[in-house]
């Protein structure tokens, strides 16, 4: 189990490194925990691990301010990590927590536009599909009612349903017909909306999550279902085997996709479509990675380190 690493507490030390990560009571994801150790040992006091809910941000006097909820101020870091993740940001919340470091000078990896173009499934897509990259076929809407969409005559089946939001292969099925989709329509909720993805049958059961760190492929894991369902995800029951260096096509379609996106650092998932062809999944601007994926924290470790030279 990771470690946990308390926020500073009283007067804190100015921080060169921050780690930004959510609000507690959550614990740091295994892999968040592991980079932060290695940061630690890298910076010493001048790093910090910070909680979105434990800070105070507006201005005084015409300048910019940061504070601890216990009133102490707090001097911008040179870089902020950030390992909260993009999906369930709030625009009056974190990504204003995030600009407001970014307009005092920080350097954040990964920057907000970056951040903002990763945190909705379609908005992926719209950059990816503009950079000429290959993604499934999509259908989404903003407002119209699900039990209407379903029924559109561009809504093909099989397909795949999944949450314009939704994480760790949560809130995904696969409808084999459109009987299905109208009657699980109904059931579905409605606070984030949905997309209806083209089945990429080669690939059912079976992913690849590419990890890029400024530009460079590092490490790479083959997720495969252990029970023939849609979904790979480690979360979800899967398998992983590292596969770093077996799939170069995907692996430079990884990094072209993380470029897209604006991403320092990026979790791209790739589907096969056949023999040394793919498609773009999705995108995550803060991947987990599996402990045997031993490459990802130096890189990351190297690309903050890169962010600290004049």
């Known amino acids: 189990m ?35 150790a290695a940061l630690a040992e890298a910076h010493g006091p001048r790093f910090a691990v910070w909680h979105t809910d434990e800070l105070l941000f507006g201005v005084q006097d015409g300048r910019l301010t940061l504070r601890t909820l216990g009133g102490a ?45 990763s945190r909705n499934k379609i908005w992926q897509l719209q950059e990816l599909a503009l950079a000429g990259l ?52 109904g059931s579905l ?9 083209e089945y990429v049958a080669p690939s059912h059961g079976r992913a690849l999550r590419v990890v890029v760190v400024d530009g460079v492929p590092v490490d790479a894991v083959l997720h495969a279902s252990r029970d023939g369902t849609l979904t790979a995800n480690i979360a979800k029951g899967g398998s992983a085997a590292l596969c770093t260096g077996r799939y170069p096509q ?11 996106l604006g991403l320092d650092i990026a979790g791209v998932d790739l589907l096969f479509t056949a023999e040394d062809a793919y498609t773009v999944c999705e995108v995550n601007a803060v991947p987990g990675w599996r402990p045997q994926m ?17």
């Open 73 to 117: 101020e707090l001097p911008a870091p040179r870089v902020v990590c950030v390992r909260q993740v993009a999906g369930p940001m709030h625009n009056d919340r974190e990504v204003t927590l995030l600009r407001h470091l970014d307009r005092m000078g920080s350097i954040l990896v990964n920057t907000v536009d970056a951040q903002l173009k």
């Open 189 to 197: 909720t409605q606070e984030a909306p949905f997309l209806f993805q």
């Open 2 to 36: 990771a470690a946990e690493y308390c926020s500073p507490q009283g007067n804190p030390a100015p921080a060169d490194v921050w780690l930004l990560v959510r609000q507690r009571p959550a614990a740091l994801r295994r892999s968040t925990g592991e980079l932060a």
């Open 134 to 185: 290959p993604v499934p076929d999509t259908l989404s809407y903003a407002t119209a009612p699900l039990e209407g969409v379903v029924r559109s005559p561009h809504l093909g089946t099989p397909c795949v349903v999944k949450s314009v939001n939704g994480a760790k292969g949560g809130q995904v099925f696969l409808a084999s017909d459109p009987h299905l989709l109208r009657e699980v329509a």
């Open 250 to 260: 995907a692996e430079e379609l990884a990094v072209r996709a993380a470029h897209a």
């Open 294 to 310: 031993t490459a990802v924290v130096p890189a990351v470790t190297a690309c903050i380190a890169r962010r600290l030279s004049p």
